[in-house]
């Protein structure tokens, strides 16, 4: 992971299950001009050396209270997280999930990972519209008729996610990501 030009170091990490959280990782990534990184493959202790943090994972374990996203999120949330001094972070949060199947939990693990940061005295960012997801209504990724993050939906709506970074990272960076 990489600093911007401005010095702000930005870190994106994402936990994967089927390679969609990876790929949407990526891009986001890509477009803040730094790396995407596993957070499975780094110490968790890692996270409170940024400035900004872009979290993100799948909804695996649909209808599940905790550890929604059957990645190594799941125990870094709970385990580290708590444990971190994170005070003054930014944090902004990204989900993937599938609209149409499992729109009662559609990026339900997005919302947990908000719980958790935010419980952590963190300042949350990026807060996306809930468009084109009616049946998602129930999601604990909603929070005030928005979405905590940026939720995309690969499986249905893969087309749309490539225009939903751009705005979105230009977002994160007018709330002052970068």
């Known amino acids: 992971v990489t600093a ?7 870190g994106v990490f994402y936990g994967t299950s089927t390679g969609n959280t990876e790929s949407v990782a990526e891009r986001i990534a890509t477009a803040l001009g730094v790396t995407a990184e596993d957070i499975g ?4 202790s890692t ?7 872009v979290v993100g994972a ?15 999120w799941d125990e870094i949330l709970y385990n580290d997280v708590p444990n971190m001094d994170l005070k003054g972070k930014k944090v902004a949060f990204f989900g993937c999930g599938d609209s149409m199947s ?11 990972l908000y719980d958790k940061f935010a419980e952590s005295g963190v300042e949350t960012i990026g807060f996306f519209d809930v468009d084109k997801t009616p049946e998602c209504v129930a999601s604990k ?26 705005a979105w990272t230009e977002q994160l960076k007018s709330e002052g990501a970068a």
């Open 41 to 44: 493959s780094v110490e968790a």
């Open 102 to 112: 499992y729109g009662d939990y559609f990026c339900d693990a997005m919302g947990e």
């Open 58 to 72: 799948p909804t695996w374990h649909t209808g599940a209270d905790t550890e929604r996203s059957g990645t190594d």
């Open 4 to 10: 911007n030009p401005m010095s702000m170091k930005i």
């Open 141 to 166: 990724a909603i929070r005030d008729g928005k979405f905590v993050g940026l939720a995309c939906d690969e499986d249905n709506f893969y087309d749309e996610t490539d225009k939903r970074i751009a």
């Open 47 to 53: 996270l409170s050396s940024y400035d900004t943090l």
